[in-house]
């Protein structure tokens, strides 16, 4: 079973559990683990029946079956201005150069959270959310 993190957006699979199921250690798709507590991912059923399927296709193809769905999803930490200009609609190469500078003004210059996009106001975030279209 996959999972959303509903911090970031990132789906995510788990790894072990404890305190009785309250945290969980998670993997990303990028590989990062880490650990979140029971509150912060949601089941994604639409994610997890992807992969299955995908697996079938895998091993009829006789490749290595994956574990997550190709992700569509524009990582916004790792993504260039042009990159978010090009793939977010309503987002100009101006704004997009702004969202860079908000990141590496941060710690650890990465955002950790959708919510800190909401700094620039020009953008109807929430739309872009609902459409699924970035992650951290």
Do not use: C
Request: without cysteine; positive net charge; hydrophobic residues 40%.
């Amino acid at each position: 079973m996959l999972y959303q993190h509903t911090k970031t957006g990132a789906r995510v699979k788990v790894i072990s559990e404890w305190d009785s199921g309250e945290w969980f250690m998670v993997e990303d798709q990028d590989g990062r683990l880490y650990t979140v507590y029971k509150t912060e991912i949601k089941p994604d059923e639409s994610a997890t029946k992807t992969v299955k399927t995908l697996q079938v296709k895998d091993k009829a193809a006789k490749e290595a079956p994956r574990a997550f769905p190709p992700d569509h999803r524009l990582n916004i930490n790792v993504a260039t201005a042009q990159m978010i200009a090009d793939h977010i609609k309503g987002i100009g190469l101006k704004t997009a150069r702004e969202i860079k500078d908000i990141q590496m003004s941060l710690s650890g210059e990465k955002f950790s959270s959708l919510d800190q996009l909401k700094q620039i106001k020009r953008v109807d975030w929430d739309s872009v959310f609902a459409a699924n279209l970035v992650r951290v």
